[in-house]
């Protein structure tokens, strides 16, 4: 069976950090473009950022620039999402999606083209 699955959410104050995790079974996430989307509370969903096959490419929303960094470790099977300096308006549902795209920046601002997505993981900044 296919599937990703988000780990390591929770609740953090302002300031705070947190590292996400994006875990595959059944699927390589060698051959993927990878990306990490959030969707708050009446908001649309977002593209937080987004790493090539290799790892050599990233993109970042301008929102998490400097803040967030993303990671993969091909032979682990698994991708990363390093959140520091958490705010409130990060708040939100985070997905992990895997696929096959020809950029980076293509997958973070149109994911419908993503074949695979995890069940998302709650990120609360709240004091």
């Known amino acids: 069976q296919l599937q990703l699955v988000e780990s390591g959410g929770g609740l953090v104050q302002p300031g705070g950090s947190l590292r996400l995790s994006c875990a595959a079974s059944g699927l390589t996430l060698y051959y993927h473009t990878i990306g990490w989307f959030r969707q708050a509370p009446g908001k649309e969903r977002e593209g937080v950022s987004c790493i090539s096959s290799s790892g050599g490419y990233t993109n970042y929303a301008d929102s998490v620039k400097g803040r967030f960094t993303i990671s993969r470790d091909n032979a682990k099977n698994m991708v990363s999402l390093q959140m520091n300096s958490l705010k409130p308006e990060d708040t939100g549902v985070y997905y992990c999606?895997?696929?096959?795209?020809?950029?980076?920046?293509?997958?973070?601002?149109?994911?419908?083209?993503?074949?695979?997505w995890g069940q998302g993981t709650q990120v609360t900044v709240s004091s």
């Open positions: 999606a895997a696929g096959r795209f020809i950029t980076v920046q293509a997958m973070c601002v149109n994911p419908r083209g993503a074949r695979y």
